[in-house]
């Protein structure tokens, strides 16, 4: 059921939403807000496609024209690259200090799931000991039935070498004190057991009450660390929002957080628990700075149609209504403050170069008119996770220069990209080895050395991914220091408690002493990062071809499976080893887009890629069989939509476009949906 808004087809579910829970708390009136709207997808729509259709026709040349795929003088002569700016500096203004000059953690969340949500919000402060006593952080594990004392010992033994390192006293060992500390730079202490070190809080809890505080010599409880600085909810990858009804969803819980009334109620071990946003710490934020992740300029929304009868853009309607949503937090209006600087903070994936990054400038400019608001107040954060942004990143950013508060680089969608736009060049190299590959050392390196150059640095966040094994820890721990390293003042992370351990990083490594160093170094060029991951001439064993295939199909099978039957947009999906990995769309578009790729150059038969499917289909199964949501898809082809859905991601895997998953995926959801009415 429709309604008609100044001439739009707004899905019912949506229009009650607009007009019964964000305007009146507004005092905003529904009729002048639905005529701005209409405006706005008027001037904006028709660019949009424009937008698109440009992206087709680049790709189109360079389909005919492969093995130039990585010439920088072709992909300057039919404008994939474009000039580079004169040198400049970005006038962002208003920018909160988790974003501008704080180093830390950021978790990415999915909209739909509203006690995830509300978990990362509440991830600015983690218990260090709860994070190390419970994962592989630490060798060894707890043992089962009550407090394993050994594993305890362990984990306050390491808590406090930790302490010893971050803020050292003026004499002795952490280990050993019996009182009120005494540091060796007192300038740390903000108050009796609450210190700073590289901008961020260190609480140490004392209670002699506490089961392990009353065995310390001091009574200390727990050390809890400022962690989770930022959170993005997602609207995009994470989540599948194929209607009015899973947007209406989205949308509320983002709601929710702007208002500060979000709530949770759940079973926890036979006990009802309801989760709420955590207030402050004496004077100091209790949650995280949150942004919003709008979808890209790809996709269009059945919850509105234009006055064509059009489907809208999903991206420009991200941008209204969530902005909107964010007045709440902007007037002051909620129980919390999001931004203490006044701004809405909105993270804008996969465009395609400057021109891109130009609509979203301009689309922002028209949203803040609609709500009265000063020019510049939603800051953007530009994703560079496209071939065309990262080869033409300092125009991309100029194109944004005085709202930009974040890049960063998306290195799962940056590869399905990089498959795609060379797909006709030749076979790429197996998906292991594309970690190796020249381009990618370039792509990461020139996103922090051009964000500097650009004066990201104290305005602006410069980011890099995530780590996709919740389970693995210790390896997170060896790891992930080379993101701050690299001179990025923040990464993502799966968790709270990877939040929590990630953030030891940002102790061990002082980012914006790294970046000093780092902004001498010269910025790496083009042709490292145009260089195309080809395995031309390669000899493929048999058994080469199985195991990547199965690998492929694997990865695929799981996260699809749980996408089209159950609508989940990221979960933790066991690999082909029963390793537990963080997936979403853009790990999908990777192995959709290699096998196709393989295909396309015939290092793999359609018989061998079905027969991987198949084999797969069945290997998934077994890993949900305890899943009673499940509908298995071995034996099922002819009737599974979840296995269909993956079969079509390789088969036409060419047409799609860019590679992305999205058209697919959002049509065997929106099947499945209409069946299980």
């Not at 039919?78 to 208003?94: H, R």
């Not at 149609?305 to 949503?325: F, K, M, N, Q, Y």
């Not at 990464?491 to 160093?517: C, G, I, K, M, N």
Request: with cysteine.
């Amino acid at each position: 059921m429709t309604v008609i808004r100044s001439g739009l087809s707004v899905a019912e579910p949506l229009a009650r939403f607009v007009e019964t829970q964000v305007l009146p708390g507004l005092d905003i009136a529904a009729e002048g807000w639905w005529a701005g709207v209409a405006e706005i997808f008027a001037r904006f729509a028709p660019e949009n496609r424009a937008l698109l259709a440009t992206r087709d026709a680049l790709q189109a040349m360079i389909d005919v024209n492969p093995e130039l795929s990585g010439d920088e003088a072709f992909l300057r002569e039919i404008g994939y690259l474009v000039d580079a700016p004169a040198p400049f500096a970005i006038g962002t203004q208003n920018v909160d200090a988790e974003i501008a000059t704080m180093a830390g953690p950021q978790l990415v969340v999915p909209a739909l799931n509203a006690r995830f949500v509300l978990n990362a919000a509440n991830a600015r402060w983690g218990s260090l000991y709860d994070a190390l006593y419970g994962t592989d952080a630490l060798p060894g594990a707890a043992t089962p039935g009550g407090y394993d004392a050994e594993r305890g010992a362990q984990v306050i033994a390491y808590a406090k070498a930790f302490l010893d390192q971050a803020v050292p006293l003026a004499s002795g060992s952490w280990a050993d004190l019996s009182g009120e500390p005494v540091l060796a730079d007192p300038g740390q202490q903000i108050a009796p057991w609450l210190f700073r070190h590289n901008s961020l809080h260190i609480e140490v809890v004392i209670d002699r009450d506490h089961p392990i505080g009353r065995d310390d010599p001091a009574g200390i409880a727990d050390v809890v660390l400022e962690s989770a600085l930022t959170a993005i909810v997602d609207l995009e990858d994470s989540v599948a929002a194929v209607d009015a009804e899973d947007k209406v969803v989205a949308y509320a819980n983002w709601l929710g957080l702007m208002r500060g009334d979000l709530e949770e109620s759940f079973d926890k071990g036979g006990r009802a628990l309801t989760r709420r946003l955590n207030p402050d710490r004496g004077g100091l934020p209790g949650r995280s700075l949150l942004f919003v992740r709008n979808v890209g300029h790809l996709m269009t929304t059945p919850a509105l149609h234009l006055a064509d009868g059009r489907e809208a853009p999903e991206g420009v309607l991200d941008a209204i209504l969530t902005s909107t949503i964010a007045l709440y937090d902007i007037r002051g209006l909620g129980k919390y403050r999001n931004s203490r600087a006044g701004s809405i903070y909105i993270v804008k994936p996969k465009m395609h170069g400057p021109e891109e990054c130009a609509f979203t400038d301009r689309l922002f400019d028209a949203v803040e008119d609609l709500l009265v608001l000063p020019r510049h107040t939603i800051k953007v954060g530009v994703m560079d996770e496209e071939r065309r942004t990262s080869a033409n990143l300092a125009a991309c950013i100029h194109a944004v220069k005085d709202r930009i508060v974040f890049i960063n680089t998306g290195f799962l969608d940056r590869t399905g990209d990089e498959i795609h736009t060379s797909m006709r060049a030749g076979p790429m190299v197996p998906k292991g080895e594309m970690k190796g590959a020249a381009w990618i050392k370039a792509y990461e390196d020139r996103n922090v050395r051009i964000g500097l150059a650009c004066g990201l640095s104290g305005k602006a966040q410069i980011g890099k991914g995530m780590w996709a094994a919740p389970d693995r820890m210790a390896d997170m721990l060896e790891q992930k220091i080379a993101h701050p390293l690299s001179g990025a003042n923040t990464a993502w992370v799966p968790s709270p408690t990877a939040a929590t351990l990630h953030a030891l990083h940002y102790h061990q490594v002082d980012v914006f002493e790294r970046r000093r160093a780092i902004a001498e170094e010269a910025i790496p060029g083009l042709a490292p990062l145009l260089s195309v991951p080809l395995a031309i001439g390669r000899n493929w064993a048999a058994e080469e071809v199985a195991q990547e295939l199965d690998n492929n199909a694997q990865g695929m099978l799981g996260y699809v499976v749980r996408w089209i039957d159950q609508g989940v947009g990221c979960s933790k999906v066991p690999d082909i080893h029963d390793v537990g990995l963080m997936e979403d769309r853009a790990t999908l578009r990777i192995s959709s887009q290699h096998m196709a790729n393989w295909l396309l150059h015939r290092v793999a038969s359609a018989e061998d890629v079905d027969a991987a499917l198949t084999r797969m289909a069945a290997k998934v199964d077994a890993q949900n069989a305890g899943d009673p949501l499940y509908r298995p898809m071995a034996g099922n082809a002819d009737t599974s939509l979840a296995f269909q859905a993956a079969r079509a991601l390789v088969f036409e895997g060419l047409e799609q476009p860019n590679g992305y998953t999205e058209p697919l995926l959002h049509r065997f959801r929106a099947e499945a949906k209409a069946v299980a009415r």
